[in-house]
């Protein structure tokens, strides 16, 4: 049965829009795991747009399921993450002008990079994830470099705007599933999922992991964090 972990980023957006205290992400994260998430994630980018390094450490102490930390492969995120320690961390692509990340980790580009940084975190008793596209490529240097996990960037399948382009992405989807199980890899998958195509990924079977955010937290806004987040809970693990 496959595991939610809840990210909760855009409640931080919410209260850094005006500078204030509220909304509350550590609150949320703890309202997430009452409803059963799995786990919570958080993004601390490095333009501190939204998730602070106080989320960060307080999160660390106060959740009870497992903190996934997703940060930009910078010697900063680093020396953060060994001194925190979260469950998992997940390397991902970072530009400051986006509005959200826009593509997977190019592992074969960067991975003389990325070897000493994974050595570093695994060193340190972390679980490391790199957020990939769905491409064979990036999974074997994924694997080659000692990583525990990737977790598939489902973007593409999501922005599809034809049933025709949805399953070319989803078949790219699922043969890079079997492709990182077939080299042990834990295999997560996230972004762009919600309540409407969530589903037709978790029928491939083969994911340990999904991690989404701005669909649950936009439907909490309507009706409730613990709400939202069993209604996903149930949609991922009910395939």
Known sequence: MARLGV???????VRQARG?????????????????????????????RHIQDRDVELL????????NLEMAATDEMVGIALKLLPDCVTLVPEKREELTTEGGLDVVRYRSALKGQIEL???GGITVSLFIDPDLEQIKASHRLGADC??????????????????????KIEVAIRAGRK????????????YQNVREVAALGGVEEFNIGHSIVSRAVL????????EMAALVRGA
Not at 20 to 44: F, K, N, Q
Not at 183 to 194: K, M, Q, S, Y
Not at 224 to 230: L, N, S, T, Y
């Open 7 to 13: 990210n909760i980023d855009h409640v931080a957006t």
């Open 20 to 48: 204030v205290a509220e909304p509350d992400p550590v609150t949320a994260a703890s309202l997430a795991e009452l409803a059963g998430a799995d786990g919570i994630t958080v993004h601390l980018r490095e333009d501190r």
């Open 60 to 67: 660390r102490k106060t959740v009870k399921t497992r903190l």
């Open 121 to 123: 975190l695994r060193q």
């Open 150 to 171: 990737i977790e598939i960037h489902t973007g593409a399948y999501c922005e599809a705007h034809t049933a025709a382009a949805r399953r070319s992405e989803l078949a």
């Open 183 to 194: 080299l042990a890899l834990g295999v997560n998958a996230g972004h762009g999922l919600n």
């Open 223 to 230: 009706v409730g964090m613990e709400r939202a987040v069993a």
